[in-house]
């Protein structure tokens, strides 16, 4: 089956840096486009970056400047570089394959704090 953890998350001070890794198994990973999302309780699921097979990449506004995203195909992991960190960044962020399936694959998920 596929499986994708996330890990990295943790509390981080205000302008500092973080990076998240999200390890997949179950499936060709090389094949398939990535993203990473991130969720405040009582609010929507926000998209946060996407990278392709090939490694071509987007990212939201509010993040574009401050984040990395990038895929290690050999290692079959993804990972999300983080910095210039606000209070505004935290949130549980998630690792996302959307095409791997009739549905969607999420990961459980870790959690990021930007406070001082």
């Known amino acids: 089956q596929v499986q994708l953890v996330e890990s990295g998350g943790g509390l981080v001070q205000p302008g500092g840096s973080l990076r998240l890794s999200c390890a997949a198994s179950?499936?060709?990973?090389?094949?398939?486009?990535m993203n990473w999302y991130r969720q405040v309780p009582g609010k929507e699921r926000e998209w946060v970056a996407s990278?392709?097979?090939?490694?071509?990449?987007n990212y939201a506004d509010s993040v574009k400047g401050r984040f990395t995203i990038s895929r290690d195909n050999a290692k079959k992991s993804l990972y999300l570089q983080m910095s210039s960190l606000t209070p505004g960044d935290t949130a549980v962020y998630y690792c996302?394959?959307?095409?791997?399936?009739?549905?969607?694959?999420w990961g459980q998920g870790t959690q990021v704090t930007v406070s001082s």
């Open positions: 990278i392709t097979r090939d490694g071509s990449t």
């Open positions: 179950g499936m060709i990973f090389s094949l398939w486009a």
């Open positions: 996302n394959c959307p095409r791997c399936g009739p549905a969607t694959y």
